[in-house]
């Protein structure tokens, strides 16, 4: 089709691929795994319960986001 040949043989293109797609996977997997224990360590990942139990909404911002008589 007028393009350029590969260097190398198809399954061996094939497996630098998926070389490359392991690389990337392991490295996503590290940085946010890194992430994640760091936004742990500085400000937690959980509200308290009676946050939870109030409203979120509420917790945060001071009002109410659906104003429901239950």
């Known amino acids: ?10 399954f061996d293109q094939f ?9 990337v ?11 994640v224990k760091l936004v742990q360590r500085l400000v ?4 308290s319960r009676e946050d939870e139990i109030q409203g979120l909404d509420f917790a945060c911002h001071g009002e109410a986001g659906y104003h429901t008589n239950i």
């Not at 937690?44 to 509200?47: A, I, K, P, V």
């Open 1 to 10: 089709v007028g393009g350029v040949s590969l260097s190398r043989p198809v």
């Open 15 to 23: 497996l630098v691929q998926l070389q490359g797609i392991a690389v």
């Open 25 to 35: 996977g392991l490295w996503s997997f590290v940085v946010t795994f890194v992430i």
């Open 44 to 47: 937690g990942l959980r509200t």
